[in-house]
């Protein structure tokens, strides 16, 4: 599918999904906002990424604290690294030899198998009725983890292509990667987990007069406080600013945002190069209950990786997730699954997010 192509069938998807919230329902429910998690796509994992806004009203002087945990699962490749490995013909960890093969090929190629966790955790104050400020610190955690057998399973039971992970052993953190001439390679994590870099925010919200619907505003920047660090920092500042339009209804709401983030540095040895990347997210949310929420998201991203030989890594990023949350006081807590939809060598094969946040609200 082409560029413009694939862009069109995400909107496409977006209205068909969020087509009834149109139509108010009986009751109340308290409305949060979309899902606030990250795209877990290993090259898009160190840069700024402009969560989408949440949607809770709040007086000067409120705070919240948020914690997001994320976990993926990963197994992507080139090709051309599935053509040598189908001809290596049998099951097991690439060794260093394979790497060394797989970086001799003379052209662009790239393996990247493990699973990635991320906890982000945010700090919310309200300056005014409609204006505050967030400050996100992140930790990372690298594993071969314990998922590879079920999604295996997963695949085998509907008739799904394995896409070559029975080509390889379960559960390893591995990866080899030729990018316009950078080479870099390892078959083990080369760190455990750490601290990634602080990202700074405002935010501000305009509601419409005479409407349900209401405009967000958003600026942040990634300061890389201590350089490029392997695994945790792409070694540069990153910008972004998103527009969010909200739309509340009886016991439902509509959420829309478009963001563009300046980025720049390396991820995984791999120069990203400054530029622009452009993302949208589309989401629903329905009271099902007294105290919860269900929430339908679309997910649609430019791929950090441009100056390549690679299609598949230089493809579009789409990614749909479904999630529940309640409120309780003021305790909220939730619960996602996130699923990628197209272009399956560049995105996570499944994640799983958790997220727990208190909130002290004032008038």
Do not use: C
């Not at 230089?314 to 997730?321: E, M, P």
């Amino acid at each position: 599918m082409s560029t413009r192509a694939g862009w069109r069938a995400a909107a496409v998807v977006a209205v068909l999904v969020l087509g009834p919230a149109a139509t108010p329902a009986l009751g109340e429910t308290e409305l949060l906002g979309p899902l606030r998690i990250r795209d877990m796509t290993p090259f898009n994992l160190l840069r700024l990424d402009m969560l989408p806004a949440h949607a809770v009203s709040a007086g000067p002087g409120s705070w919240a604290i948020e914690a997001d945990l994320s976990y993926s699962n990963t197994f992507v490749m080139s090709d051309n690294v599935q053509t040598y490995l189908e001809a290596r013909g049998e099951r097991r960890p690439l060794t260093q030899t394979n790497a060394d093969a797989i970086l001799g090929l003379g052209q662009d190629a790239y393996y990247v198998d493990g699973e990635f966790g991320l906890l982000d955790l945010t700090f919310h104050y309200g300056i005014t009725r409609h204006s505050s400020a967030y400050l996100t610190l992140s930790a990372y955690d690298f594993t071969g983890g314990f998922l590879d057998g079920t999604i295996e399973g997963f695949h085998k039971s509907f008739g799904l292509d394995p896409n070559g992970r029975d080509l390889v052993a379960r559960n390893r953190f591995q990866g080899v990667l030729s990018i316009e001439g950078i080479r870099t390679s390892f078959l083990a994590r080369p760190i455990d987990g750490g601290l990634g870099d602080p990202v700074f925010g405002l935010r501000h919200a305009w509601p419409l007069r005479g409407s349900r619907w209401g405009l967000v505003l958003d600026g942040a920047a990634k300061i890389a406080w201590r350089g490029e660090r392997l695994f945790l920092s792409t070694g540069t500042d990153d910008f972004g600013l998103q527009a969010s339009l909200q739309g509340k209804f009886t016991r439902q709401a509509v959420y829309l945002s478009a963001s563009a983030v300046r980025t720049d540095g390396r991820v995984f040895g791999v120069e990203l190069k400054q530029r622009v990347i452009p993302t949208l997210t589309a989401a629903y949310e329905v009271g099902v209950t007294g105290h919860t929420n269900l929430i339908a998201q679309l997910y649609a991203s430019r791929s950090t990786v441009q100056d390549t030989t690679i299609d598949q890594l230089k493809a579009d990023k789409y990614q749909a997730s479904l999630g529940l949350r309640s409120l309780r006081g003021h305790l909220v807590y939730g619960f996602a699954v996130t699923e990628n939809v197209e272009h399956f060598a560049n995105t996570p094969d499944i994640g799983v997010s958790l997220t727990l946040a208190w909130i002290a609200l004032r008038p």
